[in-house]
């Protein structure tokens, strides 16, 4: 069973940068993408990595500021985030699919990425 523990979450003020970390006790599965939620509203889809070869995707509000990356050698998945923004603020987690090829397209459908970690809070104060 794949368990993914996600770290580094916290309280930070407009402008600042977190840098988040996910350890996965499997990564052979081609996609893991960080999501976020916040009370009262659907999951969103932030950011995805393609493990064979790094490619990234970003959902549109995050781009430019969030960069997802990994290392392969400790099964672990980041997101680095920076200019962070109220809007920002959620509980963050990442997740994988086993049956997951299309990693960019699987942000947005509902049922992908359906193996997901416990999430770490992200709080963005004005």
């Known amino acids: 069973q794949v368990q993914l523990v996600a770290s580094g979450g916290g309280s930070v003020q407009a402008g600042g940068s977190l840098r988040l970390s996910c350890v996965s006790s499997?990564?052979?599965?081609?996609?893991m993408g960080w999501f976020r939620q916040a009370p009262g509203k659907e999951r969103e889809g932030v950011a995805a990595i393609y493990t064979n070869d790094g490619a990234t995707v970003y959902a549109d509000s995050v781009k430019g500021r969030f960069t997802i990356s990994q290392d392969n050698a400790k099964n672990t998945v980041y997101l680095q985030m920076n200019n962070l923004r109220p809007e920002d603020t959620a509980m963050y987690f990442c997740?994988?699919?086993?049956?997951?090829?299309?990693?960019?397209?699987?942000?947005?459908?509902?049922?992908?990425?359906?193996?997901r970690g416990q999430g770490t809070q992200v709080t963005v104060s004005s």
């Open positions: 997740a994988t699919d086993p049956d997951l090829y299309e990693c960019a397209l699987g942000l947005h459908r509902r049922f992908a990425y359906n193996i």
């Open positions: 499997v990564y052979t599965y081609k996609c």
